[in-house]
Structures are given as structure tokens and as C-alpha cells.
């Protein structure tokens, strides 16, 4: 097939973007169309989303990205949703998933349900921000339909109202064996069943354009397909893996931490773990845990203004390693807030060194992820059972070239850094597939590798060294 180009809408939880992808023979290549902030809004009390400020953004770029588009796919963060009324209209701006609304509630539905049954359905780890928690907190007396935020942009762009089910399968309302709304847990908790919209596969045609919205961006009657619209189920589409004896690290404002399988692992010891099962591609199971990642640094960073990046790494990297040490996974980390702070506190709490000066600060938190992605690794490992021989660490913090370093000294495994943007590479490959650009899964990923910057990182062979720490903060694995 001749070269075909598709766009594709990829939000994170800090930043947005537009990309344009051109896939053919031996070509996969993306160009940055339009980049805008992601920034949260608290408005009497409660963190929201700014939905229309980012719909707004993605118009801007579909108006900008090149004509001959072959179809668009849209992906996004998981978990938070936007309710429509009867009239197909916004019920209020999203709830962010770092809102206080769902203190508490987390803890009391597993009371309610049990952990057991909770677990045994959805196979989802227990996160307090979980759909399922945020919807037993929220006002759903007048709400006709719930759309996650790639289904609602999808909505604005063509009137046609589904849910994806990489995405749906993050809520906790998905049945992880079969794939569909969980009648039973909808029930139990007393959800209306009518919200719950029809499901789709990535490569589904969702719609065309709305005769407005084509007229907006000069696209005319474009398609909208669907991608693995949850962000990791496109980073993980986008691996560059060779066979299927490697675990993934997408790494950016949370690190996602695990393997791919082909059934969900439901064991007792697997949910005593919090490890999830969620959907991935071409009917694959994500069996990962989630990492608090690098909003840790994120937020030191802007608690610090106007830092310099690139020094603060080179100097980290210059500071004695495995000294300052914290769990990043603590839930004092989770909200925003001074988190250099936090991190110092932390540690005088449990008698461990604190880091004092900001390059310290940032050698903590990449020593403790390291020592996170080990644990998670070797937890994935021995509860799946699946053999690993390579880490795949892609995403935004494949850039951090002391964090990958560190990983693979830790983990005592090889790590394969790259690609950057293994989100909208997986988008647009998802595109690619429907429209016939590429074959399967396996073609999609050997495309990867042979098109995209990877690094390799061999460990270091310090296992004893890392082990002590480990055990020093509790993240054995």
C-alpha cells in the first residue's frame, strides 16, 4: 500500500497535542502539528478539567494538520469522564481524578462490595480515583449517558456516542472476562444502567466529521477511528518487543509498570499485590501496576519555578546514588503540592537522610523509582509468570537518560529506551491497521524498531547494592 497519513489526538495529564503520522513501506514518521497545555482548574473548591479549552486546542490543530488525512484517533489519560443529559449536553465541566471528592469512598464501596468481588470482576487495581469510586461520589440524577474524555471529544467531532474498551476498562466497571459493562457491579451499586454507552474495539470506524466541525477545520467528511484510546494501551501498541518475553515502563506523569499477556491474572496473591488487568490491543491484557512516576519531579519542578532541567539532571547524576530514599507511591505524594518539601519530610518521619539541595532532590526521586520499577518488575514477573529478557521503556521519560540507567541498574535487566512518543506512534498505527496500512500487531511493533531512536542500557551488575536499598525502604519486590 502507498503512503497514507493520519492524525492523532494524544492528551496527557499535562499537556496536549496534534500530530500528524505517515505510515508506508519501512515509513513511520511523525510530525508535531500543535502542542498546548493541560492545565486543571479549581473552581469552588473542586479540580476540574478545562474540556472545552482542550476540544477548543484540538479544532486549532485539526485546522492545521495537512489535508489527505486518512482518518483521526483521539487518546487520553483514563478514569475521568463527562456526563451528557438527555439532550446530548454537558452536565458541567470533568472532575479531575486529583480532586478530594473521592476521600474515603474508595474505602467504603470495598467494604460494601468486598475487595474479592471487586477484584474477581473487573480485575482492576484499587485506586481511589477509579471511575467507579468517582461515579459513586458524583450526582447522576440527571446524567442520560457517560463519556470518558476520548469518547466525549469524539462525540463533539461527530455526534456518535460509544465507549472504547482499552479506556473502559480502566473504570472498574468493565467485566474482565467478557468485556462488557459489569450488569452486576452496576447494580450493586446503585449506577444507572442507562449511562453506560455501547462498546468498541480499537480500528472501529466511530463516525465522520459533523458537517460543522468539517467545515471548521477544512476537513471536510474525515473519519473518526478508534485507537486504544487509553494512553498506555498506545504506548504499548507502539513496544518495539520481538517476541513477547519483555516488560514495558511507559514513563511520564505516572510510570505504568508490567507485562502483556493474553488472560487476566486473578489470584488472590495478584490483588493482594494491586496489580490490574486492563484492556490492551487486539483483545491483549495490560497486567501492570501503577507508579507514581514522574509527577514527582514534575511538581518539584514547578514548586521551584524557573529550574533548568538539563543542569538539575547532570547534577543529579554527580550526587552519591542510594542515599535519600522514599516510597513514591506514599499517598502523601498523589496531590499537588510542594513536593521537594514532602520528600524531605518524608524522610525525617522515618529517620532516613533528607536531600538538601534540589540536585539531591531529584537523585531521590530517580533512585526511588528506579527501585519502584524493579519491585513492580519482579512482582509482574512472578505473578504472571511470565519470563522477562528486556524492559521496553518508552514515553516522555525515555528522554531522562539517568532515569533509564538507573532502571536497568536496578532491575539488573536490559532496558531498550525509546520511542518518545510511543502514545501517538501506537495511535496512529491503530489507524494505520484499520485502514490497511499495516497488517497486525507484530508489523506494527517491527515497524517501530526499525523507524524510531531506541537506546540500549545493559545493567551494571551492582545487585547487592540495590538490593540493600531496597530493602531499606521496603520495596523488596
Known amino acids: ?55 477548543g486546542n484540538v479544532l486549532d490543530g485539526l485546522r492545521s494538520a495537512p489535508r489527505g488525512l486518512s482518518s483521526v484517533g483521539i487518546d487520553s489519560w483514563a478514569v475521568d469522564y463527562g456526563l451528557l443529559d438527555a439532550g446530548g449536553a454537558l452536565l458541567g465541566n470533568p472532575v479531575h481524578y486529583r480532586d478530594a471528592r473521592t ?6 464501596v470495598r467494604a460494601e462490595l468486598g475487595e474479592d468481588v471487586l477484584y474477581q470482576s473487573s480485575g482492576l487495581q ?3 480515583f477509579n471511575t467507579i469510586y468517582q461515579l459513586a461520589a ?40 467478557g468485556g462488557t459493562w459489569s450488569a452486576d457491579l452496576v447494580a450493586r451499586l446503585g449506577l444507572p444502567a442507562r449511562i453506560f454507552p455501547p462498546l468498541h474495539d480499537p480500528g472501529a470506524d466511530i463516525g465522520t466529521l ?20 487509553h494512553d498506555t494501551a498506545s504506548a504499548v501498541a507502539a513496544v518495539p518487543a520481538a517476541t513477547d518475553r519483555f516488560a514495558y515502563i511507559s514513563c511520564g506523569t505516572w510510570s505504568l509498570v508490567g507485562v502483556e499477556l493474553d488472560a487476566p491474572v486473578l489470584t488472590e496473591e495478584s ?36 529550574a533548568d532541567l538539563p543542569a538539575l539532571l547532570a547534577a543529579a547524576a554527580e550526587v552519591p546514588g542510594l ?7 506514599d499517598p502523601e505524594f498523589l496531590p499537588p503540592g510542594d513536593m521537594p518539601a514532602r520528600i524531605a519530610a518524608h524522610c525525617r518521619r522515618r529517620g532516613l537522610p533528607e536531600p538538601s539541595t534540589r540536585a539531591e532532590t531529584v537523585r531521590c526521586i530517580l533512585d526511588s523509582l528506579a527501585l519502584a520499577h524493579r519491585a513492580t518488575l519482579r512482582q509482574a514477573a512472578r505473578l504472571s509468570g511470565r519470563e522477562i529478557d528486556v524492559v521496553h521503556l518508552v514515553g516522555g521519560g525515555s528522554r531522562n537518560d539517568l532515569l533509564c540507567r538507573l532502571t536497568a541498574d536496578a532491575s539488573g535487566l536490559p532496558v531498550v529506551a525509546g520511542p518518545v512518543e510511543a502514545t501517538a506512534l501506537g495511535n496512529v498505527l491503530a489507524q494505520a491497521r484499520a485502514h490497511g496500512a499495516v497488517a497486525d500487531l507484530a508489523e ?20 547487592a547494592r540495590w538490593s540493600e536499598a531496597a530493602r531499606r525502604i521496603g520495596l523488596d519486590g
Request: aromatic share 6%; charged share 25%; glycine share 12%.
Open 1 to 55: 500500500m502507498s503512503e497514507a497519513m493520519f492524525a492523532a489526538v494524544d492528551l496527557g495529564a499535562s499537556s496536549g497535542r496534534v500530530m500528524a503520522g505517515r505510515v508506508g513501506p519501512g515509513t513511520l514518521a511523525l510530525e508535531e502539528i500543535r502542542r498546548f497545555p493541560n492545565r486543571p482548574v479549581r473552581v469552588n473548591g473542586t479540580l476540574h478539567w478545562d474540556i472545552l479549552g482542550l476540544y
Open 444 to 463: 506494527s511493533r517491527a515497524l517501530v524498531a526499525a523507524t524510531q531512536d531506541l537506546r540500549r542500557y545493559p545493567p551494571s551488575g551492582d545487585e
Open 103 to 108: 476521600d474515603g469512598v474508595m474505602d467504603r
Open 138 to 177: 458524583d450526582d447522576l440524577s440527571r446524567a442520560a449517558t457517560l463519556l470518558l474524555i476520548p469518547d466525549l471529544l469524539a462525540y463533539w467531532l461527530t455526534g456518535e456516542i460509544g465507549a472504547e474498551r482499552t479506556n473502559a476498562s480502566t473504570t472498574g466497571l468493565l467485566d474482565v472476562r
Open 210 to 229: 459533523r458537517a460543522d466541525v468539517g467545515a471548521e477545520t477544512g476537513h471536510g467528511a474525515l473519519r473518526v477511528t478508534a485507537v486504544g484510546s
Open 271 to 306: 490483588r493482594k499485590a494491586n496489580f490490574t488487568n486492563e484492556g490492551g490491543v487486539d483483545g491483549t491484557v495490560r497486567y501492570l501496576r501503577n507508579v507514581m512516576g514522574l509527577w514527582l519531579l514534575q511538581e518539584s519542578l514547578r514548586t521551584w519555578g524557573e
Open 126 to 128: 484499587f485506586l481511589p
Open 323 to 329: 542515599r535519600c530514599l522514599i516510597d513514591p507511591d
